[in-house]
């Protein structure tokens, strides 16, 4: 006959006992520290109570963001106004709340040679719909162009549901000063690799008289203008035997 005092192998002890063995890592408090150990976890609590309270002032304040804030999205261009967007639709795909909708479009339907992107592509159709954004940023780590980054504004509200849905035209980045309005052709004797690169800095000569004959009214050909005339290095041919590309336009 056993010893019912003894648990026996594999045994489960006595509530309020310890198993045979085991040996408690961590000293048992004693004394005061007995006494206190059941409100410790409050001395966070009572020792936040007599700090001031900071509050910050939103919105008569604006606190800035940390740089790597996620806010709000945009759509980048290359140096010349190309858009960095080729419409491939890889956000979308990664997007876990299905907020992102892209059509993406082939440049050659566009008359006259004229580019909206490099290469073949371009989106058409681009549309963020903030209502259901998480702004996790996975969108931006599957854009293969960098066409899309995540900008820190936060201010995102809106009297209707419609005006959350964001479309291209309020993504876009604004053109900086010397950018050329698209369409317009690439820059001439490169493929979209330059524009990967960053090897393309502003718009060629060839590139503003394009504009100057199909839009003579675009209001950014008078700086376009300015830039092209500003360069003085000269693009290389590239690793596929491409020719070299306008004067003042193309680092090497």
Not at 111 to 130: A, F, L, M
Not at 148 to 167: D, K, V
Not at 176 to 192: C, I, K, N, S
Not at 222 to 234: I, N, P, S, V
Request: aromatic share 8%; charged share 20%.
């Amino acid at each position: 006959m056993s010893d019912r005092s003894t648990p026996g192998p594999g045994s489960t002890p006595e509530p309020g006992t310890t198993s045979p063995g085991y040996q408690q890592l961590r000293p048992k408090p004693t004394g005061v520290r007995e006494l206190v150990a059941p409100v410790a976890g409050f001395g966070v609590t009572f020792s936040s109570m007599f700090r001031p309270t900071v509050t910050e002032q939103y919105p008569f304040e604006k606190v800035p963001t940390k740089p790597r804030y996620h806010g709000r999205h945009q759509l980048n261009r290359y140096a010349d106004g190309l858009e960095k967007c080729i419409g491939c639709e890889l956000c979308a795909w990664a997007c876990p709340a299905d907020a992102i909708y892209v059509e993406g479009s082939s440049n050659a339907e566009l008359p006259d040679g004229g580019h909206r992107s490099p290469g073949e592509r371009y989106g058409s159709v681009y549309q963020i719909n903030y209502l259901r954004c998480i702004f996790c940023g996975l969108c931006i780590e599957a854009c293969p162009t960098r066409a899309l980054t995540m900008t820190n504004e936060y201010e995102l509200t809106g009297p209707t549901r419609e005006g959350l849905i964001w479309e291209k035209e309020d993504l876009l980045a604004p053109l900086r000063d010397g950018m050329l309005a698209a369409p317009h052709p690439m820059v001439p004797g490169t493929e979209d690799t330059q524009y990967y690169r960053g090897e393309v800095t502003g718009p060629t000569p060839e590139q503003v008289a394009w504009v100057a004959e199909h839009r003579p009214d675009d209001p950014t050909l008078d700086a376009a203008r300015a830039a092209a005339g500003q360069g003085t290095a000269t693009a290389t041919a590239s690793s596929a035997g491409t020719p070299a590309a306008a004067t003042g336009t193309v680092r090497s």
